[in-house]
C-alpha cells in the first residue's frame, strides 16, 4: 500500500520563477493538505483541498495556488519565487470520513532559489 | 488556535521509557491532541492521538490529563531509531482532516 508520494524529491530555481511541485494522497485518502517548512522550524500549514476546492487556507500570499484533481491527487503552485521561499514542502493526506482521522505526510520536496 | 508547549530537547537512554510532556492550556473541548514525530530528511510520521481517554497504540501511549490542559507521551522502550523531534500538536477544524499547527517540538536523543 503506497503511502504519500512527492515529485520531486529536490528542485532548484532561481528568483522570479515559477514553480509546481505534485503529490499524490495514499489509498483512499480523499483530502490534501499542504505545508512549508523552513529550516529548523516546524511545518506551516498553507493550504487544503477537498473535493477539487480549497477548503482552507493558512497565512500565505496569493502567490502561493493549488489545484486537486478528480483522483485526489494535488498540486501547489508558487509564482515569482523568492529566496524565502526556499523550504521543505510537505505533502499530507487523510479520509473525510468525519471525525478525527489523521494526517499521513509524505516526504517532501525541497525546493532552493539561487 | 490553541499553541502548545513542549521542551525543546531531551535525552533518554536507549531500553528505557521516554516521557515526553506537553501543555496545551488553551485547549478547547473539541480539539484533539496529536503526536507526530520527525526523522531528519523525512516527513512527519503519524504517532497517536487522543480526546481525553487515555490511548496506546504499536508505537506509543498518550496520556491526557483529566482537565486536558497536557498530556504526555510515552515510547515503552525508546530505541536509538526513535531520536526525532517530536511534535505535540492540538489540531484545529473538525471535517476535511482539520489544519495542524505545529510548534518547535522536543528533539529527543536516545542515547546508548
Known amino acids: 500500500d503506497a503511502g504519500v508520494t512527492q515529485s520531486p524529491t529536490h528542485l532548484i530555481k532561481t528568483r522570479g520563477q515559477q514553480v509546481t511541485l505534485r503529490c499524490s494522497p495514499k489509498?483512499?485518502?480523499?483530502?490534501v493538505s499542504w505545508y512549508q517548512q523552513a529550516l529548523g522550524q516546524g511545518p506551516q500549514f498553507i493550504f487544503q483541498?477537498?473535493?477539487?476546492?480549497?477548503?482552507q487556507r493558512g497565512n500565505f500570499p496569493d502567490r502561493f495556488s493549488g489545484h486537486q484533481f478528480p483522483n485526489y491527487s494535488s498540486e501547489l503552485n508558487v509564482n515569482a519565487l523568492l529566496l524565502g521561499d526556499s523550504a521543505l514542502y510537505l505533502c499530507?493526506?487523510?479520509?473525510?470520513?468525519?471525525?478525527?482521522?489523521?494526517?499521513?505526510f509524505g516526504d517532501g520536496t525541497r525546493l532552493s532559489i539561487l | 488556535d490553541a499553541k502548545t508547549t513542549q521542551p525543546p530537547s531531551m535525552d533518554c537512554a536507549e531500553g528505557r521509557a521516554a516521557n515526553l510532556p506537553c501543555n496545551h492550556s488553551?485547549?478547547?473541548?473539541?480539539?484533539?491532541v496529536y503526536w507526530y514525530r520527525q526523522i531528519h530528511s523525512q516527513g512527519p510520521q503519524y504517532i497517536i492521538h487522543?480526546?481525553?481517554n487515555n490511548e496506546t497504540n504499536e508505537m506509543a501511549s498518550l496520556i491526557i490529563t483529566e482537565d486536558r490542559k497536557s498530556s504526555t507521551l510515552i515510547l515503552p522502550h525508546a530505541t536509538l531509531r526513535d531520536t526525532a523531534v517530536y511534535y505535540c500538536?492540538?489540531?484545529?477544524?473538525?471535517?476535511?482532516?482539520?489544519?495542524?499547527?505545529f510548534g518547535q517540538g522536543t528533539e529527543l536523543s536516545v542515547k546508548p
Open positions: 499530507a493526506s487523510s479520509m473525510n470520513a468525519g471525525g478525527n482521522q489523521p494526517q499521513h
Open positions: 489509498s483512499g485518502h480523499d483530502t
Open positions: 483541498y477537498y473535493e477539487e476546492e480549497e477548503r
Open positions: 488553551t485547549i478547547s473541548g473539541n480539539e484533539y
Open positions: 487522543g480526546l481525553k
Open positions: 500538536i492540538v489540531r484545529v477544524g473538525y471535517n476535511q482532516g482539520g489544519k495542524l499547527i
